[in-house]
């Protein structure tokens, strides 16, 4: 917790649960305090009991008759049972409730001051024994105030002679160093996690570029393709309609009305009308008149 917070700010983060993070030690500290002192003012109560109720049925069986030994002795250990549970009972919820109140007083009292010193204990003390006594009136409160006050300054004198002689600072700075060293190392995981990011991003950017530099170059490439593809379509169909209409053109017409009409023309008795048109009918007819007109009229 910072330096700059108020105490009230600090008691509202210690209370206050986020997800994924652990509880804060000074709770987990009252957690097992609290269980601590229950468990133990149980099992004392829990003897203290089992030998009053022993001694009571003794004390009130004395002069019954049993049938045997072993049945006086199972009603015995009955009564032990019943005696032990319930001042078990009786003192570990009583016991646990006086360490939960007096361990909360001083956490919050350490909390919001921001130190761990005798006056912690004291507060938690007398708030302790006023809690005790809040049921009898005022002036019990007050008295039970004094008396823990009075009880739990030889306890803070105690505890914080033993804290400084074992680790040489209070329990809070240890705390704090610790608290600044898990802070410290959830910063540098956090710029390291950033920096992995910034350098993802950065990866990103950079094929980013190269694809679209590269889709860039392969659209160029298709474009020159087309364009070369284009040009040598238009190259060989003006090579094939300028032969196909010049040479055809003139070859069928120069012949055809060339040989048709001269050949006709000079040899209309000897071939007849056969190359008018076209050599193949021309041929055809003119030799075939020709031919059969001459040997004809010669035979």
Not at 22 to 33: H, Q, T
Not at 110 to 121: A, E, G, I, L, T
Not at 262 to 276: A, C, E, I, T, V
Request: aromatic share 8%; net charge negative.
């Amino acid at each position: 917790m910072a330096d700059s917070e108020t105490g009230l700010e600090r008691i509202k983060l210690l209370f206050k649960y986020r997800y994924g993070e652990e509880v804060p030690e000074e709770l987990r500290d009252w957690s097992n305090i609290v269980l601590l002192s229950t468990i133990t003012g149980f099992l004392a109560g829990g003897l203290f009991g089992a030998r009053v109720g022993a001694d009571k049925f003794i004390a009130s069986k004395q002069f019954a008759k049993f049938p045997s030994q072993m049945q006086a002795q199972r009603e015995m250990h009955a009564a032990a049972l019943k005696g032990f549970v319930r001042y078990g009972s009786r003192w570990g919820w009583k016991l646990g409730l006086f360490a939960g109140i007096f361990t909360m007083g001083r956490t919050l009292s350490s909390v919001y001051r921001n130190k761990d010193d005798v006056f912690n204990y004291v507060v938690a003390g007398s708030v302790t024994g006023g809690v005790f006594k809040v049921r009898h009136g005022i002036k019990p409160v007050i008295g039970g105030a004094f008396l823990g006050f009075l009880l739990s300054l030889p306890v803070g004198l105690c505890v914080r002679a033993l804290e400084l002689a074992t680790f040489g600072r209070s329990g809070i700075e240890q705390r704090k160093l610790e608290r600044d060293r898990l802070r410290r190392q959830k910063k540098d995981l956090w710029n390291e996690r950033l920096k992995s990011t910034d350098n993802l991003i950065v990866c990103l950017e950079d094929f980013k570029d190269d694809s679209q530099e590269k889709s860039h170059d392969h659209s160029e490439k298709k474009l020159t393709d087309y364009y070369t593809l284009n040009t040598s379509n238009c190259d060989s169909s003006g090579d094939g309609s300028g032969d196909g209409s010049g040479d055809g053109s003139g070859d069928s017409s120069g012949d055809g009305s060339g040989d048709g009409s001269g050949d006709g023309s000079g040899d209309s008795s000897g071939d007849g009308s056969g190359d008018g048109s076209s050599d193949s009918s021309g041929d055809s007819s003119g030799n075939g008149s020709c031919d059969s007109s001459g040997d004809g009229s010669g035979e």
